[in-house]
């Protein structure tokens, strides 16, 4: 640091007359240090930050990707504000970011960590309601939504374990749901509906496990009247009511956290998303509606609100870095390092920043997308790896001046 600063120093003094270059010694080493302190901290401050992807892009399964650690070991040692950003879910994120430190042996926060799902915290008006959670193993995505505040949370093996006539092939399952199956604050009883059990969300978390049994509950759901489980609106296919009377009847929201189709597993060949199980959903709806539409809030990986709250996280980040010295000068570029052309990269492109920042898309070559196949939405730049996008940034950034 002290090389560093030298240069600087001897700026500081011959702008200075004598007399101000002797107050300055007189007052003490603190003075000098608010003197030239702040010069040199502006002028290092980086005007660019990055957003990773992880899975197939830090690591893949449970493995690291060559050069992972190195690229982030590398921006933390120069101040550089990253991000990690992720349609992965189904763990809270301390959890995640334990498991992510001991994979890559670096450092991470959770406040520089987004999962799919993070923003479901903020949906503040179900807290207090009673809302249906699917997806992830066991009751993980439960306690998560318990931590972001839902007071009322219910899951599939909930529902099955006290109900197990509700779906009888997931019969093979019941030694699992038992395992975890809390009880539910109502059960099903439709011939009482005030004292029957009643939805008033759905969320998918994570990525569904049990297709059959999670995609009849939600149907059940989407046909009821006002979430009561169990009952069936008489408003279902009145061909003089909005949509053949289909979601007229006060039935619950229904949320997903991301809509990937593909994602990069050990398997060699990519494997089914929540997109998948989403896709699966919309055809089973639009089979036994006959066309009707079916309503429902994606938030993840491409959407607009996924990466403002990103953008957010990011430039938190910077400020813990970098304290208040220079901030007055915007975040110009963002750096979004994916592996998925359809999340990554699509969202990194059509992102438009309440901040003025541009997002340049960095496409790697170890996750989702093969050479030789054409991006369904073309990046900015392409790179073998994680390490090799991070030196091509920190390169470009630089020698364009955002730093």
């Known amino acids: 640091m002290a090389t560093s600063l030298a240069p600087t120093l001897r700026r500081t003094l011959a702008q200075r007359s004598p007399t101000q270059c002797r107050t300055l010694l007189h007052n003490g080493p603190s003075q000098w240090q608010r003197s030239f302190q702040t010069q040199v901290t502006q002028s290092k401050i980086p005007n660019f930050g990055f957003a990773f992807d992880i899975d197939g892009v830090l690591v893949r399964s449970s493995t690291p990707i060559s050069g992972a650690s190195k690229a982030l070991s590398y921006l933390q040692r120069e101040s550089i504000p990253f991000v990690l950003l992720t349609n992965g879910g189904g763990k809270s994120e301390a959890e995640r970011v334990r498991d992510l430190q001991e994979k890559l042996d670096v450092e991470i926060t959770t406040d520089m960590f987004m999962q799919s799902h993070t923003p479901f915290a903020e949906l503040r008006e179900y807290h207090d309601k009673t809302v249906l959670v699917v997806g992830g193993d066991y009751d993980k995505c439960q306690k998560v939504a318990q931590g972001y505040g839902f007071k009322n949370v219910v899951t599939p093996g909930d529902i099955y374990t006290a109900h197990p006539d509700i779906w009888p092939f997931a019969k093979p399952f019941s030694s699992v749901y038992s395992t975890f199956a809390k009880p539910l604050p109502r059960q099903i009883n439709p011939d009482t509906p005030a004292e029957s059990l009643k939805i008033d969300a759905i969320f998918v978390y994570n990525d569904p496990r049990d297709w059959g049994l999670d995609a009849h509950l939600i149907l059940d759901l989407m046909l009821s009247s006002h979430g009561i489980l169990g009952t069936l609106s008489p408003k279902n296919g009145d061909k003089n009511l909005p949509n053949n009377g289909y979601l007229q009847d006060s039935q619950p929201a229904l949320y997903y ?55 957010t996280l990011l430039r938190g980040r910077r400020k813990r870095l970098w304290g208040q010295v220079g901030l007055n000068d915007p975040l110009r570029e963002v750096f979004m390092v994916g592996d998925n052309p359809e999340s990554d990269i699509r969202g990194a492109n059509e992102y438009r920043s309440p901040h003025g920042s541009v997002w340049t898309s960095i496409l790697v070559k170890t996750g989702v997308w093969r050479e030789g196949k054409e991006p369904s939405y073309k990046p900015d730049i392409i790179r073998e790896n994680v390490l090799e996008a991070v030196e091509w940034a920190v390169e470009d950034a630089r020698r364009r001046g955002s730093a």
């Open 257 to 311: 956290s991301n809509p990937d189709l593909w994602w990069a597993s050990s398997y060699h060949l990519n494997r089914l998303g929540q997109g998948g199980f989403q896709a699966a959903f919309a055809g089973l709806w639009n089979e036994v509606t006959g066309g009707a539409k079916l309503t429902s809030t994606t938030i993840g990986k491409p959407t607009q609100a996924t990466y403002e709250y990103a953008e």
